[in-house]
């Protein structure tokens, strides 16, 4: 009961700071900025005679590659400031003196961090409105692509709060983060550049980019989901250790 | 466990790397002191309260805070315990009176309770006016009065408090310091200093530590009553050498003097172990051709005292 008063005041005081704070202004608005760019080539390539019909959605959430790598640079950003925000202004120290669980604190960054990615996403809601005003289009990808960003996105996001806890600095905690995030993906190309063999089929497995591409087709690719939440799940894991451990400098 | 007794440290010990930050400390805190808590820069004070509070672990040895084990009861502590840490860090972007909502919010107060009491504090210690300015945008002073806020949002039994008047104004201090006298007797208080006018003013208690050790725990009448050292002799004139310096220093029972000049005039500070050798210095120096100004003795204060105490060291 207390730690679930605990858990809610947290991630009211968080989500407040991220939305008083410059910062989340200027990814939001590259957000939407790229986005766009990459909507309105989309659009565009998509009118050519040639062009399949109705998958401008699809292309848009998983089709190309920008999406994910705009997101691997979104995530670290949002998340590098859950710990070492706290750990270089010192109130690391209020926080953690309050008679509160290690564990509330580190799921109440986590579920704000993940919130806040979530809400980023929410203006693009716009596009299938503003499609169906011309073409005819398909619910059932939209929902599945839509899953499949999110769930990827805060399996990212439990990545770079584990990063966050280790340092009071924030660019640390972004690179460390960024190139983790390049790494599961750079490993998941491994699907294309290796012939057979064990490493491929884990290579397959969490080829991160092939399976955003199923997501966007309308396949609830339930492999995937698991995947990310052993992940996310690990990575919270290993940064309540680490918080346990109570060593924040 | 003595009911006496709010804080009892008992060997605690904090190791990094290579050094022990704080080095097998005990000493003992009765219910309603308020402790002044000294050493110079680097003793280990804000160390120390940190494993108290619970924001870090002892390497070894453990403490009793108001009948529970800091490190078997940790939780149990943080609920009797308020902390105002070094350099009172806050959530710029928030003001008093969200930060204040949050956190009793994390200290489990419900809305009635938070409304009632966060009113109180804002009264006691005077930030009404600035409730809904962002802290960002606070002086230091209210800064620190946000903190203490904070610190005694719960009301603790101990309040822990790691240099609350450092970069406070005279008249800000004197506020301060009205305020933690106020808390006692519900709540003792641990502070640590290097005012020492503060624990001449408020502490009933002097704790000293040099290099995480415990130098002195003692009451400041105390201290002042067994101190070795006695009040200085202090004589301003003129026409001094090294001869009547000597000669000085051949009386019996005269253990230092040091001298500084301005201008034409020496200052001695002579210290003696015994009794009242006055009439004697006057004599030496007037027979080696010194002018006397003035001749007085002293009062000895507890930073004379402190001072002497931090370099002897550890016996
Ligand atoms: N996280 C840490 N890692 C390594 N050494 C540390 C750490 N924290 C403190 N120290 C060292 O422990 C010693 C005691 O530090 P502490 O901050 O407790 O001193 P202090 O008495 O509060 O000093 P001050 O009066 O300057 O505030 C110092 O030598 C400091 O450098
Ligand atoms: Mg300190």
Redo the contacts between chains.
Sequence with gaps: M?AL??L???I??EL??YF??PMFYIISIAFLLMNGLIFSVIISALQQPDAPHGAVMKSFLGGNEFVLYYIMFVVPIITMRTFSEEIS???I?????????EKTIVLAKYISASLIYIILWIPTLLYPIILSNYTHIDIGPIVTGYIGLLTLGCMFTAIGVFFSVWTRNQVIAAITTIMVLFGIFGAGMGEYTMASGTMREVAIYINIWSQLENFSQGILDVNALIYYASVAMLFLWAALQRAEA???K | MNNDFILKVDGLTKTYANFNAVDNLSFSVKAGDIVGFLGPNGAGKSTTM?ML?????PSSGTANIGGFDICKDC??V??I?G?L???S??????TPL?FLH??A????FNKQQRDKRITELFELIGITDHAKVPISQLSKGYRQRVALA?AILHRPKLVILDEPTSGLDPAQITDFRNLIRNLVPETSVLLSTHILQEVEAICTKVVIIKDGRLLVSSTPQNLLKNSALSEPIVVECQNINNQTIDALKQINGIKSVTVDTVQEWFYLAIYTTADDIRTRIFQIITENGGIIRELHRKELTLENIVISTLEGGHK
Excluded: C, H
């Design positions: 207390r008063q605990q809610n005041a947290m009211l005081r407040r700071s008083l704070s202004t010192g109130t120290e209020l926080l953690t003196t309050v008679s509160i669980s109570k060593r924040w | 940190r509070t619970g924001f870090i672990k939780r149990q943080q609920k315990v902390y840490p070094e350099s860090p806050l959530y710029l972007e928030m969200t949050y956190r919010k994390l200290r489990g904070d």
